[in-house]
Each structure stands twice: as structure tokens, then as C-alpha cells.
Nanobody, 116 residues
Framework: VQLQASGGGLVQAGGSLRLSCAASGSIFSLYNVGWYRQTPGKQRDFVAAITSDGSTIYADSVNGRFTISRDNAKNTVYLQMNSLKPDDTALYYC???????????WGQGTQVTVSS
């Protein structure tokens, strides 16, 4: 599967953005999909994930502000980010993991910058 992340940008603190992770080349409904973020010099951190059957999980730092969802008909997973903070500034990556083979795929990052 190929993953294409988009939707990043520059936003003021308190604002919102919606990231998209579009998949192609495979049966998207068979993938658990997650969002991760990374800042220069630091490790890539988990943000949120949605399973193939729609269960969700969030990092404590974004719980209540971010919402992950999926539209299998459009082969796309979304990350709605509200009440953004400067600490949310990072390069955001989407990851797809096949539920049977457990093989991992990464998309390219999309930059989110939150100004104070």
C-alpha cells in the first residue's frame, strides 16, 4: 500500500487543521492506521490510531482535542486537530499496518506548525 499524507500547514494557537492519509494499492479496510509526529532531533511519537474495525486510541497529550476517523470507501484516514498548541508543531506521518501480515507502511510527512 502507498500512503499519502496531506493537510498540514501554519495555524495560530487555538486553531484547527484536518490531516488526511490517502491509501492506494491495497485493500485499505484491512489496515490499522496510525498518526505519529516528530520534531527535529527527537523520536517519532504516537499520536492516534484507528483499527480496521473503527476502534480508536489517542496519546494523552492529544486526547479530547484530536479525532481520528476513517472512510474506507475513500481509502482515507483523517486526523481532525482542534485547540492546537505550539507543542503540536511537528512533522506528522501516517502509518498503515496490515491486520494479517503485520507489515508496516509509512507515508511521507506533512508539516504542522502552530504559532503562539
Amino acid at each position: 500500500v502507498q500512503l499519502q499524507a496531506s493537510g498540514g500547514g501554519l495555524v495560530q494557537a487555538g486553531g484547527s487543521l484536518r490531516l488526511s492519509c490517502a491509501a492506494s494499492g491495497s485493500i485499505f479496510s484491512l489496515y490499522n492506521v496510525g498518526w505519529y509526529r516528530q520534531t527535529p532531533g527527537k523520536q517519532r511519537d504516537f499520536v492516534a490510531a484507528i483499527t480496521s474495525d473503527g476502534s480508536t486510541i489517542y496519546a494523552d497529550s492529544v486526547n479530547g482535542r484530536f479525532t481520528i476517523s476513517r472512510d474506507n470507501a475513500k481509502n482515507t484516514v483523517y486526523l481532525q486537530m482542534n485547540s492546537l498548541k505550539p507543542d503540536d508543531t511537528a512533522l506528522y506521518y501516517c502509518n498503515g499496518k496490515h491486520v494479517i501480515t503485520k507489515k508496516n507502511y509509512w507515508g511521507q510527512g506533512t508539516q504542522v506548525t502552530v504559532s503562539s
